[in-house]
């Protein structure tokens, strides 16, 4: 099973940073894109209430908030390997 | 009324020449009715232009009025000034006076023949002749009545069409009729469902391509469409009750024209309310807006207020015939111009997180956008629009 990241598309988090979040495989190595299966998704339901912490990415089950190109592709890393430990 | 008469023309003037000899008018009569007249003026220039004008407003008069075709033919022709050298009237023309039910009048003096296309052939319109004496000559004009059926196709042109070329050693003839149609032919079966407008356009192109783009007369064509009207619903963020979101997925479900789908949660209450899968398109990617969805039952899924405020901006500033970068908003535009009639549902639920204040572009609400936009629909396109709040 390849580990799925869903990046929200939905409006707060796409004028927060999604858009660019939408480009992560570009920073994924070939071998690394081999094993994650990755998706858009329209807005997950976590931007209301005035949450500041746009923009969101669902990683298998874990939601993780104020993402960066940066954060994203480290925390994909990390999923990785914790994979291959298993 | 669910038909639709599609109308349009296309004008090129002869080449250097700054007026056109050609004139095209249509006009929608009170009853709905679509009366329109291409009346091509002899010679070139403002002559030609004053004496085709005069005769288009004329018929269209008559026709307007629907006086009996034999004797509007009869009035212009006695009226028509006629060419002192050469003996005939000034102006030839052919007149067109539709009804929403398909029948359709008839009357023409010596254009290039009105054809008649249905399913992927033309057809014979059976036509009598009316002669009248005038004090110089003898005029005869042809009439018929005719009844359309959906997907049939009137088309019109003057004789720049037909003698475009004329006088090259590849077509000493000029284009001639049967090779115009053969072109017709060709283009329709190519795009079954090509719209008046390009229609026209590609075979005014055509002619002008044969005159090596130097128009040797006036060029024009005029098509009518007379097709199903084309129903188009765009449902648009959450009921401001959730109580009402079946009634919104019912709708959804009962509406038999295409669908848009615009704005995330409105999107996932339709998805599940009618079990279907909603995706994003990895391959839409573009900068400004978000990538649309793909759902089984609508022909498109999109964001929600950039969407919509793009789409308001490119209807009310670009020139929409060279959409070039496809994205969710030119799509939603697309649908749009092809559509007669837009039904949309607004949903009046107020998205909080768009009013935050760290968001980095100023969103408006909903409703303010959605009667912009279908302002703009109405008063720029001419759509008929309905809009329903829930
Ligand atoms: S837009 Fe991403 S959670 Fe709503």
């Known amino acids: 099973m390849k580990i799925t990241v869903q990046i929200c598309s939905g409006t707060a988090c796409y004028v927060m940073g999604g858009a660019e979040l939408l480009s992560i495989s570009e920073h994924l190595t070939p071998d690394e894109l081999e094993q994650v299966d990755i998706k858009g998704i329209m807005c997950l339901g976590l931007c209301e209430n005035y949450n500041p912490n746009t923009p969101y990415v669902k990683i298998d089950d874990e939601i993780i908030k104020n993402v960066t190109i940066e954060t994203l592709t480290e925390r994909i890393r990390l999923a990785i390997k914790a994979k291959a430990e298993k | 009324m669910n038909n639709t008469i599609e ?27 679509i009366v329109a007249t291409l009346a091509d003026g002899m010679g070139s220039g403002v002559k030609a232009n004053i004496l085709s004008e005069l005769t288009a407003s004329m018929l269209q008069r008559f026709m307007l009025a629907n006086v009996n075709t034999v004797r509007a033919a009869n009035s212009i022709m006695e009226t028509l000034p006629i060419c002192s050298v050469r003996k005939v009237s000034y102006s030839t023309f052919t007149s067109l006076n539709i009804s929403p039910d398909g029948v359709t009048k008839t009357l023409e003096y010596d254009n290039p023949e009105l054809l008649w296309f249905r399913n992927n052939e033309f057809l014979q319109i059976t036509k009598k002749t009316s002669s009248i004496e005038t004090n110089t000559t003898r005029n005869t004009t042809l009439y018929a009545e005719i009844k359309l059926e959906f997907g049939d196709r009137l088309i019109m042109f003057s004789d720049g069409v037909t003698q475009a070329g004329m006088g090259f050693s590849a077509t000493p003839l000029g284009w001639r009729i049967n090779n115009v149609k053969k072109y017709i032919k060709d283009i329709i079966s190519n795009e079954t469902t090509i719209s008046a407008k390009d229609l026209s356009f590609n075979i005014v192109e055509k002619a002008k391509e044969m005159d090596l783009n130097q128009p040797k007369d006036d060029i024009t064509c005029a098509v009518v469409y007379y097709r199903k009207t084309r129903e188009l619903m765009v449902i648009t963020g959450p009921p401001g009750d959730r109580n009402k979101c079946p009634y919104m997925v019912e709708q959804f479900q009962q509406f038999s024209g295409k669908k848009i789908v615009s704005g995330g949660t409105t999107s996932k209450i339709i998805a599940d309310g009618i079990g279907a899968d909603l995706e994003v398109d990895m391959t839409d990617m573009h900068s400004d807006i978000p990538p649309r969805s793909i759902m089984k039952g609508a022909a498109l899924v999109t964001e929600g207020l950039l969407t919509i405020n793009k789409v308001i901006n490119i209807l009310d500033n670009e020139n929409i015939t060279q959409i070039k970068d496809i994205d969710a908003a030119h799509r939603m535009v697309e649908l749009f111009i092809d559509t007669d009639s837009i039904y949309f549902l607004v949903g009046t639920a107020i998205n909080e997180a768009h009013q935050n204040q760290n968001m980095p572009v100023e969103m408006g609400l909903r409703r303010i956008s959605i009667n912009k936009l279908a302002n703009i629909l109405r008063e720029k396109y001419l759509k008929k629009v309905t809009i329903e709040y829930v």
Not at chain 2, 7 to 33: I, Q, S, T, W
């Open chain 2, 7 to 33: 109308v349009a023309h296309y004008n090129l003037h002869k080449y250097k020449e700054k007026v056109a000899g050609d004139c095209f008018l249509m006009n929608k009569a009170p009853d709905e009715r």
